[in-house]
């Protein structure tokens, strides 16, 4: 089993700036696709960005494409989600998740660990 413990939410105005990270309880993450999912009110989970094993391929949802950035440090077992220009409609709890799958996935199927999720409000 792998537990993911994210941490970073909170309120911020639109415009501003949050790092979400992820820390991994199994050094087996650092072999895994790291990936980023939100829920918003009354929506389903969706995908917003992933990671493969080695940090060397990002892959974004076109709404966040040129404003979040994923990256994953495996030394220490965590991948972070910079959120930059964050606008209203950002407002989630957002989830980390693990996968050992193939590629980068984006379906929740995918992926086998999922932590407890942070919230994200960005207020206009």
């Known amino acids: 089993q792998v537990q993911l413990v994210e941490s970073g939410g909170g309120l911020v105005q639109a415009g501003g700036s949050l790092r979400l990270s992820c820390a991994a309880s199994?050094?087996?993450?650092?072999?895994?696709?790291g990936g980023w999912f939100r829920q918003a009110p009354g929506k389903e989970r969706e995908f917003v960005a992933a990671?493969?094993?080695?940090?060397?391929?990002?892959y974004y949802a076109d709404s966040v494409k040129g404003r979040f950035a994923i990256s994953k440090d495996n030394a220490k077992k965590t991948v972070y989600l910079q959120m930059n220009s964050l606008k209203p409609e950002d407002t989630a709890v957002y989830y980390c998740?693990?996968?050992?799958?193939?590629?980068?996935?984006?379906?929740?199927?995918?992926?086998?660990?999922w932590g407890q999720g942070t919230q994200v409000t960005v207020s206009s």
């Open positions: 998740a693990a996968s050992t799958s193939l590629g980068l996935p984006t379906t929740l199927a995918s992926y086998n660990y």
């Open positions: 199994r050094r087996t993450f650092s072999h895994s696709v």
């Open positions: 990671i493969t094993w080695t940090g060397s391929t990002a």
